[in-house]
Nanobody, 115 residues
């Protein structure tokens, strides 16, 4: 059974930092590209960051320079370090794994940034 379990969401003031974690169960983690997405109230889910199997990273323009995605294959985990947080970063953040055409999602973790 595949499970992606996110943690680390919290309420933080603007300018603060948070680190999100996602642990994957039931997949060959080293073979998966891993990503973070987010969904704000009333908006569609949007892509935030991606890390490939070999560690290549990509970021949405809105978070570039502030967020850092990383992975630890030994722990089947992917992380999102979020710095200089803004109120517009408020959303539920979802972990995603992708192998070929197969995608799995976590249940999400809430990040709220107060002004």
């Amino acid at each position: 059974q595949v499970q992606l379990v996110e943690s680390g969401g919290d309420l933080v003031q603007a300018g603060g930092s948070l680190r999100l974690s996602c642990v994957a169960h039931g997949i060959i983690f080293s073979r998966a590209a891993m990503g973070w997405y987010r969904q704000a109230p009333g908006k569609q889910r949007e892509w935030v960051a991606l890390i490939s199997r070999v560690g290549t990273t990509n970021y949405a323009d809105s978070v570039k320079g502030r967020f850092t995605i990383s992975r630890d294959n030994a722990k089947s985990s992917v992380y999102l370090q979020m710095n200089s947080l803004k109120p517009e970063d408020t959303a539920v953040y979802y972990c995603n794994s992708q192998m070929g055409v197969t995608n799995y999602w976590g249940q999400g973790t809430q990040v709220t940034v107060s002004s």
